[in-house]
């Protein structure tokens, strides 16, 4: 059974249809009633249901933890994948958007982080965390200092859990995309802040990312059968985006 939050689109719809295909029965949380993603999910034949909360609150993550419980009785898996974009000048970036983006996108995986792995390290029981961070909790993008650090901070979180929780069964590893296309993207495009052209010509592969490409590396992750000896890992899911510390016009020569 997995647990996947920022369900209701985007990355997070796709990692839980995924998860599905491959027996998940799944509990959803969104912060707005994920009800498309659960009856599409439902039409496919598994058991799932829809959780209203605001990750980052406390009283918010238990009750959503324990309401998957009564349902199901296990957590198998947990997919942090809610989170908040915000481009704006370290300078001009307010506190209170700054706090809002921290507490969203780093306080709330903590948060699910340590409910979920509650039960299973009284009982024994294995299980597997994946957080989804950002090629920008690897590098710098001007422009985004609060998100920036909340994905920084996330892929932090999930070296410490590993450690701590490794040996007591439950593996935790991060997936870091480059630029998604979602809806959270397609806002942020059509603010000004970058163009499609701009992702094309510096991704080696001329693409963005799908959400598809996404939840194939967190379902392996998710896997003990594919991944059991995978811990603490950050996985690029980037095209090669990291990789290349070239220059636009020597990498459209190689185009």
Not at 140 to 162: C, F, M, Q, V
Not at 217 to 236: E, K, M, T, Y
Request: glycine share 10%.
């Amino acid at each position: 059974m997995a647990v996947v939050t920022g369900a209701r689109q985007g990355i997070g719809r796709r990692i839980a249809e995924v998860l599905a295909v491959q027996g998940y029965d799944l509990a959803l949380i969104d912060e707005i009633p994920p009800d498309a993603t659960v009856q599409a999910l439902k039409d496919t034949g598994v058991s799932a249901l829809g959780i209203v909360a605001d990750v980052s609150r406390e009283e918010d993550v238990e009750a959503a933890i324990t309401t998957a419980l009564d349902r199901f009785e296990r957590l198998d898996v947990l997919v942090n994948n809610a989170g908040i974009s915000l481009i704006e000048a370290a300078e001009k970036t307010t506190p209170t958007q700054w706090r809002r983006v921290l507490d969203v996108n780093l306080t709330g995986p903590f948060l699910l982080c340590r409910a979920f792995a509650a039960g299973l390290l009284e009982t024994g029981r294995h299980g597997s965390i994946v957080n989804v961070s950002s090629i920008a909790g690897v590098g710098g993008i001007p422009d985004r200092a609060a998100y920036n650090a909340s994905k920084h901070g996330l892929l932090g979180l999930t070296r410490t859990l590993a450690l701590e929780w490794g040996a007591r069964g439950i593996r935790v590893n991060a997936v870091c995309p480059s630029f998604v296309t979602t809806e959270m993207d397609t806002a942020d495009m059509d603010s000004g802040a970058y163009t499609e052209q701009d992702i094309l010509q510096r991704g080696p592969l001329a693409r963005f990312a799908m959400p598809g490409d996404v939840a194939e590396a967190v379902a392996f992750l998710a896997d003990d059968s594919r991944s059991g000896f995978i811990n603490a890992v950050a996985l690029p899911v980037d095209g090669g985006w990291l990789a290349d510390s070239g220059w636009t016009s020597l990498r459209m020569s190689k185009r």
